[in-house]
């Protein structure tokens, strides 16, 4: 199992440039979940995935969208890219079991981008 | 709403010990911790559920007070590998994690 992969590793947008950070897992996990990281800073959720054709905003969407059309990936999408917009970005996803039965999440290797 | 971690950030040398603490203004049904290396992804270390369940990997252990919506981690007879930032996640059973700022422990020889 490759886990939860992502590319590209490494990114530097211009201001108004737009791109799509890829995301897939090999688990066959309902749960995806796209967070940022600021530096020095916690992780904070931007957009959620319950199964393929569901998806939700978390606490920062702004900026961002998605989709999800395979139960194996997951973009994520910046229209018109920002400074406030540099961060490392993890994409992540979790199995659910039978009732009670709560598991980890699986995070990636992260992409780190910069927009200037 | 993020939980609350303190300290910050603690300076230990090899063999010593610490505590870090986690705490939510939200009820709870779990608490998620991680450890993350600098430019790494973070990686799990435990899950605990409602119940007040203990748990322990190796020389790391965690408690969960679900009275009073705090986790606490411990790390015992600390090692040099144990460096890392400790982040905990919070969830009220929705399977959406809430991480708090992290604590950055370093451990010197």
């Known amino acids: 199992n490759a886990g939860v992969t992502q590319t590209p590793k490494f990114r530097i947008l211009k201001i108004g440039q737009s791109m799509t950070l890829q995301c897939a897992q090999d688990?066959?996990?309902?749960?995806m979940y796209w967070y940022r990281q600021d530096p020095g800073m916690g992780l904070k959720l931007i957009y959620y995935?319950?199964?393929?054709?569901?998806?939700d905003k978390g606490e920062v969407p702004n900026g961002y969208n998605v989709s999800r059309s395979t139960t194996e990936d997951f973009p994520l999408r910046l229209e018109l890219a920002a400074p406030s917009q540099t961060s490392v970005y993890f994409c992540?996803?979790?199995?659910?079991?039978?009732?009670?039965?709560?598991?980890?999440?699986?995070f990636g290797p992260g992409t780190r981008l910069t927009v200037t | 709403q993020q939980p609350v971690q303190s300290p910050q950030a603690v300076i230990l040398r090899e063999g010593e010990d610490a505590v870090i603490n986690c705490s939510s203004s939200?009820?709870?049904?779990?608490v998620h911790w991680y450890r993350q290396k600098h430019g790494e992804a973070p990686v799990f270390l435990m899950i605990?559920?409602?119940?007040?369940e203990q748990k322990g990997h190796d020389k790391i252990s965690a408690s969960f007070n679900e009275k009073k919506q705090q986790s606490s981690l411990y790390l015992t007879a600390s090692q040099l590998s144990y460096s890392g930032t400790y982040f905990c996640?919070?969830?009220?059973?929705?399977?959406?994690?809430?991480f708090g700022a992290g604590t950055t422990v370093t451990v010197r020889a």
């Open positions: 605990l559920l409602k119940g007040g």
């Open positions: 939200k009820a709870l049904y779990s």
């Open positions: 995935s319950v199964g393929a054709g569901i998806t």
């Open positions: 996640g919070t969830e009220p059973g929705d399977y959406k994690l809430s």
């Open positions: 992540a996803s979790r199995g659910t079991g039978g009732s009670g039965e709560y598991y980890e999440q699986y």
């Open positions: 688990m066959n996990h309902n749960y």
